[in-house]
């Protein structure tokens, strides 16, 4: 892992307020180069908000983004991102979609570009259909393709498994882990922890805008992550456990050290378990 | 309650609601001036007749409908200027007072009007096509407020509309000016002659109008910030109890 | 890549859109503004002379309408699946996107209102004479008006529900300008038979063109994203 490298992305006391709810709460996060770093969390956690925060779609309400490259007029040019809906148009077919994309990035060889991602995503056969013809499967792949087609250092990837069957999943992570492969950075939310779990390198749990957990995947178990993460953010679940009604210390784990943050404390600086500090 | 319930209760309306209390004491004297001014000190007007009192209130709601909507101008930029919400408050507060005054100038132009030119509604008049069409920015503009829902996107999208609303109005007036001279209509303008103690009576009235004009957006600067700091408190409170469960 | 070439690629894509799936669209919308004629035509006796007089009057309502339909639907698009997020994201500059919408809305729009005023001649028993063009150079000029305010209030309305009520409420009044000058300047064509003030017609119609097209670019940048 690399480990002593620069973050290629740092987010210091970032807080998004709508209206009077508060989606992100001074958030602190670092993405090194490489990282493959999940994001779990229960709906209406602030992921997503997180994630559009980075794209610089939304502005944070307070707090900094920097990313390593300082030029911020190029941020959207490091970013990739895939988001709930496909960012693709039904009426276009697939080449003519990236085609389209690839012009808006700048890219010079926009037609061969195209071409070569859609070989990537195994869609060379469907260039020329209208996406609206797509199967769910084939349509993701696309969004895949569209937010990677200029070659983004930070790849954004919001609940991409949703609405994909097995067949469908199975070849996403294949091409997720293709990806991976490459050392690209990514950020991906997921619900599916299995699928989640097993292709990231670093997992972090949100809850109600606050990161409450991080840690490398290699220093704790599976079994062990699922019982902190229902631990973690399900209150319901926590008080009929007993035992686990410590809220005013906080759940520890002995491998990671990880802290789970109890929201009362939100507001203090938090320390979270990141090896790297 | 916990130390940021205390800390949003600090920002609430009160030092609003004093300015408004402070104000309205000059007010009343201005009121009572204004009324002075207007009903016995003003001269009656030789070819309207008593009628033509009703001047003095609908100049001075035009005035403060301009205000208003300069408010709103203002607090839209000043908004995308700075983000601080409490610019919108500003433009939200202005849009209000100035529908409101723009109604009054609506209904008493054609009280006067009727007597005087023997119509209700002269269209042909710039000023009386010009002040309907603010009228329609401006409901338009509240509109718009209450179809969004609360949120900084909101007070973005008002400030957009309210700048593009107020950048309309002179272009609206100049259009109808021209189209009035291809267009001649029946009706001429009044060639009022203003004696001196007109003059000064409808200057007492718009002081009095501009000061009443502040004493509304205090207040209802007040109730904004009130509503906005219950609602969050609300949020709050909410927020505990769910983590107390 | 130039402006204007990303301009085109943006307008390009979403006549592309229009011509492929909302040929339906485009003529639904057609026909309700040949609705809105006929609808007139039956409201007034057709043949007399206050009916001749008033007909610039409803060319005119029968064209902001479709305008309307139009620029509602242009964004209805692209919230759909969020593809306007897509282009935001992208390192185009705010204005290109507002000019590419525009473009295609511009270009949308005056190929319908063509079409209607074809219709109006018609049922109106208009003759067909070079008088004509300059009914179309006023439509070509009063539409980029239209688009350039319609544009970006039909952004800002694309993400409400009551959004078809809505974007008239807020685009015909700051449009009255743009209708008081394209109307007297259609009076001028059809019913005088000089015509002095057409020339300052279309010189305000410029003006107001380029104020609004101005206040548009300048603020399209706050009505995207969230």
Not at chain 2, 113 to 142: E, F, H, Q, S
Not at chain 3, 68 to 84: K, P, Y
Not at chain 3, 169 to 196: C, D, H, K, N, Y
Request: neutral net charge; contains cysteine.
């Amino acid at each position: 892992m690399p480990a002593q490298s620069h973050p290629l992305l740092r987010l210091s006391q970032i807080t998004k307020t709508f209206g009077t709810i508060r989606a992100v709460w001074n958030l602190d996060l670092e993405v090194y180069p490489g990282d493959f770093l999940a994001i779990f969390g229960p709906n209406g956690a602030g992921k997503t908000t997180l994630l559009r925060i980075i794209a610089s779609l939304t502005q944070p309400t307070s707090g900094r983004i920097e990313f390593s490259q300082k030029n911020s007029s190029q941020n959207r040019q490091q970013v990739g991102y895939v988001s709930h809906q496909s960012l693709l148009y039904n009426e276009l077919t697939g080449f003519e979609n990236l085609l389209f994309y690839a012009r808006l990035y700048g890219i010079g060889n926009a037609q061969d570009r195209a071409d070569e991602m859609l070989a990537k995503m195994g869609l060379e056969q469907a260039g020329d259909q209208l996406v609206r013809e797509y199967s769910r499967g084939m349509k993701q792949r696309l969004t895949l393709a569209r937010a990677l087609l200029h070659e983004p250092q930070l790849l954004l990837l919001d609940e991409p498994y949703t609405g994909l069957d097995q067949h469908g999943s199975r070849l996403f992570t294949q091409v997720l882990e293709g990806l991976k492969e490459e050392g690209r950075t990514v950020l991906l939310i997921t619900h599916n922890l299995g699928e989640g779990l097993a292709l990231c390198t670093r997992a972090v749990i949100q809850h109600r805008g606050v990161l409450v957990f991080q840690a490398a995947r290699q220093e704790f178990e599976k079994s062990e992550f699922e019982k902190l993460y229902f631990r973690a953010v399900e209150p319901g679940a926590r008080s009929q456990e007993p035992g686990a009604r410590s809220q005013e210390s906080g759940v520890r784990s002995q491998e990671s050290e990880s802290r789970i943050e109890k929201s009362e404390s939100r507001s203090q600086n938090r320390e979270v378990g990141d090896q790297r500090s | 309650m916990s130390w940021e319930i205390e800390h949003i209760l600090t920002r609430s309306a009160a030092r609003y609601l004093r300015i408004t209390g402070w104000l309205l004491i000059p007010l009343y004297f201005l009121m009572v001036l204004a009324l002075y001014g207007a009903f016995l000190y003003a001269p009656t007007e030789k070819v309207m007749g008593e009628v033509q009192r009703i001047f003095y209130f609908h100049v001075g709601a035009a005035w403060n409908a301009f205000l208003a909507f300069f408010g709103v101008f203002l607090g839209g930029l000043a908004y995308l200027i700075t983000r601080k919400q409490w610019w919108d408050h500003l433009a939200a507060a202005s849009a209000e007072i100035g529908v409101v005054f723009t109604t009054i100038v609506l209904t008493t132009g054609p009280i006067w009007a009727k007597p005087v030119w023997n119509t209700w509604w002269p269209w042909g008049d710039p000023r009386v096509m010009t002040t309907m069409v603010l009228w329609l920015i401006y409901i338009a503009y509240l509109i718009l407020r209450s179809s969004l829902p609360e949120g900084e996107k909101k007070y973005r999208y008002c400030a957009v509309f309210g700048i593009i609303g107020f950048l309309d109005v002179p272009i609206v007036w100049f259009s109808i000016r021209w189209w009035r001279t291809i267009h001649p209509l029946v009706i001429t303008g009044t060639g009022e002659q203003l004696e001196p103690e007109m003059i000064h009576a409808l200057v007492v009235s718009v002081i009095t109008f501009t000061v009443l004009y502040l004493s509304l957006l205090m207040l209802r600067m007040a109730m904004r910030l009130n509503s906005s700091v219950a609602e969050e408190v609300g949020q709050r409170l909410l927020e505990e109890r769910v983590e107390r469960v | 890549m130039n402006h204007i070439t990303l301009i085109w690629i943006i307008a390009e894509k979403d006549l592309r859109i229009e011509y492929r799936s909302r040929q339906q669209a485009f003529l639904t919308t057609l026909f309700f503004a040949l609705l809105i004629l006929v609808i007139f035509i039956f409201a007034f006796d057709p043949g007399s002379r206050a009916t001749r007089d008033a007909s610039p009057g409803i060319l005119w309502v029968a064209l902001l309408f479709p305008g309307v339909i139009q620029l509602n639907r242009s964004f209805q698009t692209e919230i759909e699946e969020g593809t306007l997020c897509g282009m935001i994201l992208s390192p185009v500059d705010r204005g290109v996107l507002f000019l590419g919408k525009l473009v295609a809305n511009w270009i949308f729009l005056v190929i319908i209102d063509l079409l209607i005023l074809l219709a109006f001649v018609i049922f109106f028993n208009f003759a067909f004479s070079s008088q004509l063009l300059w009914i179309v150079l006023l439509i070509v000029l009063a539409s980029v008006g239209i688009t350039g305010v319609g544009t970006i209030f039909a952004a800002m309305v694309s993400s409400i529900h009551t959004r078809e009520v809505l974007l008239p409420i807020l685009l015909f009044p700051i449009l009255v300008p743009i209708i008081l000058a394209a109307l007297s300047g259609t009076q001028e064509i059809l019913l005088r038979e000089q015509m002095q003030s057409l020339n300052r017609s279309i010189q305000l119609l410029v003006g107001f063109d380029v104020i609004f097209l101005a206040a548009g670019f300048l603020l399209f940048e706050y009505v995207v994203g969230d």
